[in-house]
């Protein structure tokens, strides 16, 4: 009996006479594709009907000439963190956890359905993206300037939490894994195969036909860490790689960027398990991570921010709000140059070198804290925020947040705090200095 198939909104499935479906994902309504709600929901319904499914394999590829996926849809997560805060505490690591967990649970549904799996990616694969592509059997990869595979998710504050902390260093190992997974390193080219992220590079074109002759050849549906034979490192081995990571990463976050902490907590601890137990500790920190401000401030200035900032830059029309900011921004710390110690351990640049202001990861902003520095450095902050608050008279709040993005770019304002006037908006509802779980 054909088993029927399942309702989606943000994939189809075409059958191209060969015994393979082709899942194709294509969200209407959308220049690029991205792991919306929907989306998940759409990729869970796919691995529990190719379970059932009379078809050889499935290959996964785009139905945009865009790219394959530019990564989450980070709106939905904005939303999502609004609807666990406004919930009773108690209730919300709970609450983000099951929410959070339907990707990375759709994932591992899709590489155990006992099909091989394989992706053409012609064009980036981001985020959730790179996290679909790194749970296929098989990665053909394009050879061209636009093709690549990454896990950005830490230049906003975030963790990849659909097992990317999890299936790449076990692909490539821990230390090329690293700068990929801390800095948002793409893996493009023959790089890619050389590291073990793809397994062919094929010119642009011939995607679908290396990746439909890899799965016509009838090859065992299974993962590496997945065969009885695999054997996982060392809790030992996983610490001596990831100590000087760690040190560089502390020196140069000093401590104030929590994803950081959170990433090596996942490879170090979820490496050494099954890949069950990795990607529950990885949705774990998470959890614990998604719940703090930064990512918040993060994910409104350097990706809200920042996509405003270039779509306007590109027109010559960013607001005269940029330059007003900037300017106030770079007056204000050139007047506070008598605080430069502070300043530098607080995280602006341009004033020398500072070693960490935390060695783990800690509630709230160290700026909250009792350390003399930090009271030198929230003065300043304050009269950065006097100095602007004059500017965001009848302002939106996209020309607030560009303006934002340009201080942290362009006068050294932390990124983790979001920028002047997102931070000033949280000291003006009394958010500042909250401690957060």
């Known amino acids: 009996m054909t088993t029927p198939l399942p309702s989606l909104t943000e994939f189809r499935i075409e059958f191209p006479g060969n015994g393979l ?10 220049s690029m594709n991205v792991f919306s709600e929907a989306a998940i929901v759409d990729i869970g319904r796919i691995a529990r009907w190719l379970d059932e499914a009379d078809v050889r394999g499935a290959l996964i590829r ?22 666990i805060l406004a919930a009773p505490k108690p209730r919300r690591f709970a609450m983000a956890y099951d929410h959070f967990f339907r990707l ?32 296929s059997h098989y990665r053909v990869l394009t050879d061209d300037k636009h093709a690549a595979i990454g896990l950005p998710e830490s ?39 050389a590291a073990g992220v793809a397994h062919r590079v094929v010119k642009p074109g011939e995607e679908i036909a290396a990746a439909q002759a890899w799965l016509l050849a009838s090859p065992a549906p299974v993962q590496p860490w997945d065969h009885d034979d695999w054997i996982a ?106 605080h430069a110690s502070a300043l530098a351990v607080a995280g602006f640049a341009g004033f020398g070198d500072a070693a960490p202001a935390r060695g783990r990861c800690l509630p709230g902003y160290w700026i909250d804290g009792d350390d003399p520095r930090a009271a030198s450095a929230r003065d300043v902050l304050a009269r950065i925020s006097d100095a602007i608050a004059p500017l965001a008279e009848g302002r ?25 006037f997102a931070f000033a908006g949280k000291a003006n509802q009394g958010v500042q200095s909250r401690k957060f779980a």
């Open 233 to 338: 490192p060392s809790p030992t081995s996983v610490s001596a790689a990831l100590e000087p990571i760690r040190r560089a990463a502390l020196k140069s976050s000093l401590g104030h960027y929590p994803a950081v902490f959170a990433i090596l907590d996942c490879v170090e601890f979820g490496l050494t398990q099954s890949l069950e137990g990795g990607i529950r500790s990885e949705m774990t920190s998470f959890v614990h991570l998604v719940l703090r401000p930064e990512p918040r401030a993060m994910i409104q200035t350097m990706f809200l921010g920042r996509v405003d900032y270039e779509r306007l830059e590109r027109k010559g029309q960013l607001p005269d709000l940029v330059e007003k900011t900037v300017a106030a921004v770079r007056a204000e710390l050139e007047q506070s140059r008598k």
């Open 104 to 135: 990375g649970l759709a994932l591992r549904a899709l590489e155990t359905c006992g099909k091989p799996v394989a992706s053409a990616v012609a064009g980036l694969a981001l985020g959730g993206g790179g996290e679909l592509a790194l749970a």
């Open 21 to 30: 479906a082709h899942v194709v994902f294509d969200a209407p309504g959308r």
């Open 155 to 193: 230049l906003v504050g975030l963790l990849p939490g659909a097992g990317g902390t999890q299936r790449l260093p076990r692909l490539v190992g821990v230390e090329a894994a690293m700068p990929a997974l801390l800095d948002g390193k793409r893996f493009s080219g023959e790089a890619a195969v």
């Open 62 to 83: 785009s139905g945009k000439t865009s790219g394959f996926c530019a990564g989450a849809n980070l709106p939905e997560i904005w939303a999502a963190y609004d609807m």
């Open 396 to 420: 939106s709040d996209e020309d607030l947040r560009i303006a934002d993005y340009a201080a942290v770019r362009q006068a050294g304002y932390p990124a983790y705090l979001g920028g002047p």
